[in-house]
DNA sequence: TTGAAAGCGCTAACAG
DNA sequence: CTGTTAGCGCTTTCAA
């Protein structure tokens, strides 16, 4: 099985994809040990010049590939992170994807992403890839742990690095509140979102949540509450409309909302999908937006301000929730300590055109 | 280092993540050879029922988790795929993504993301991971091989299992002639998306195409030739205007167009992407679609029929291309033998309300 | 600073 | 059908 790099000149019956060296031929080649060509590529600064030299030569030379797998199995680091994801096709959730994506790269790491589309099968399946060394961390979108109740439940089992995304992970088998995450103030944002339409002079204000189970769409709800309370404005329950952060939510919260006998003159939508979904539906149903009818999004996401009207929404920061997520859970997977496991990052409201005075 | 699993019942000092036990482990305890382990857990079916049976019961006591990468090490399969992508937050990509990732996951199969941003040093790193052994095949979502071009010249390199999706690789360095693709007829699509403009009256039909490399925004705008030539209306170059398949150029190719002298009557967007910043800057210069001026689009993405005006567009079967495309590199993978490597599926134009007749 | 050698956890000959 | 054993390609003691 030798072959041209070898000095063999025979042309192989199949050359495989590149030049199948390993460390052994490329020792063999660079005329030192294997112990020399591993430092060599991989702590460069614990030989000598000349041997960096010459095992960087013959690597080049040779077109050599080191296997990542061999190499991971023996250190025990896989190299791969992993997110867990509800819907990856979510305009929110890509956002931050792609960030933490870049952040990871930078760090040498790559990042396997699980769609789990909400099913918990698939995210356990996800949440195994660490025990199986395939990844080293993960990154939850939801506000599920990836593992099986039993498991959680018991004292053998310490959870593995691990950061949340945009969401509180609970469970009532295992304490999570040490668990690391990336946020936003929620309440504070469902506040200012509510604010903003009562100072507007918007008194029925309609809501359509995001998944209820979800703490952060119960967070912003809990904000809606505080500036409904501060104004003086009684709550009423018949205006909120449970969804779950997706577009169609947005739709068929919408007829609802519009069947009730008094119509809402506001609408706060916890996503910017939903917001699409409800502006749709007024529209279709003859209702102009804002003249008739306001609605404020949230998230910010790429094209809210492209839309029409374009989107007033609270703007959360992607890009840096993506990144923070990684570095902290790389962070983790290196073992440093995490100080402090709540990262808060600021919101900001961005009023456009779907929003207006009442009057 | 024994531990409760192995009858010594002191507290270990730190118990990690999970028993680690390895299959040697797992033999012991239940008494059988490592062989048999192994061919219990991965081929259920080389071994007598009562071994099955043994063994899978002695994994499930004390938690087995196969380590991956060790197999993988092993057969050389590592069970990933590598998808590169040049954005992953695009709204097309990531529907193909999502279903691309389904029917890899239905396979066993992991798909490692790599979001490039157009970049090539990254298209290089992720291509590379076959090589080192971190994935088993690819699907290139752009027009370029994610090889170095002197690899890509050089006969001892044989391309990796390999799927395009959606674009027609290229490269002056090799023939890609046989490289499996998923697509649309992307000359048919732009003939019919131009054809429907033109029996809507529209003559002077403007053109905000994808990325100009690219074979596919080129075999778009080959179809609107062919459709304008039929209709014996003369092509004219400055009605095209080059974009790249994002939103931001939708947005500066429309400011360009309104420049011209004669405006036209109809813009042929090769994105939904790109028309919804048409849309969007039309209407800040205060013209009315359709009325003023007609948009089509390109995709269908998911929120297309919920735009403001819904979108005309030419609907590409999202789930279908990234279940093909893993279906068709799996089959590489598994050493099938591809028997048509074109893989054409069909489009479908949607007719919506941002397009009307001129009269 | 370098080399020899052990072994990460698994699978796959091969032999029984 | 089951067990013994030899590695997959790398890193990392340990000794020189």
Known sequence: MENVLTGTNKKPLRVLFMSNIGVKELAEIAGVSTASVSRALSNP?????????????????????????????????????????????????????????RAAAERG???????????????????????????????????????????????????????????????????????????????????????????????????????????????????????????????????????????????????????AKKRPSAIFCMCDESALGCIATLREHGFDVPRDISVLGFDDIRFAKYLSPSLTTIAQPVEEIGRRCAEILLDMIDGKEIEEPQTILPHKLMVRDSTSAIW
């Open 109 to 259: 790491y790559s990042v396997l992403f699980g769609d789990t589309q909400g099913i918990r099968e698939r995210e356990l399946v996800y949440g195994n890839m660490v025990n199986s060394k395939q990844a080293d961390g993960i990154i939850v979108f939801s506000h599920r742990l990836p593992f099986e109740d039993e498991l959680l439940a018991s004292d053998d089992f310490v959870l593995p690095p691990m950061v949340n995304s945009c969401e509180y992970a609970h469970s009532a088998f295992r304490d999570t509140s040490l668990l690391p995450l990336v946020t936003i103030d929620n309440v504070k944002a469902g506040r200012e979102a509510t604010e903003h339409l009562l100072e507007l002079g918007h008194k029925d204000i309609a809501v359509i949540t995001g998944d209820i189970e979800s703490p952060s769409a119960r967070q912003r709800l809990e904000g809606y509450k505080e500036a409904l309370s501060q104004a003086g404005i009684p709550f009423r329950s018949e205006l909120i409309q449970a969804g779950d952060y997706t577009l169609e939510a947005g739709v068929t919260s919408t007829k609802k909302i519009l069947l």
């Open 45 to 101: 600064n614990r030989v000598s010049k000349r041997m960096r030299k010459k095992v960087l030569l013959a690597a080049e030379q040779v077109g050599y590939q080191p296997n990542r797998l061999a190499a991971s199995l023996r250190t025990s680091r896989s190299g791969n992170i992993v997110a867990i994801i509800p819907d990856i096709s979510d305009t929110f959730n890509s956002g931050v994807i792609q960030s933490l994506e």
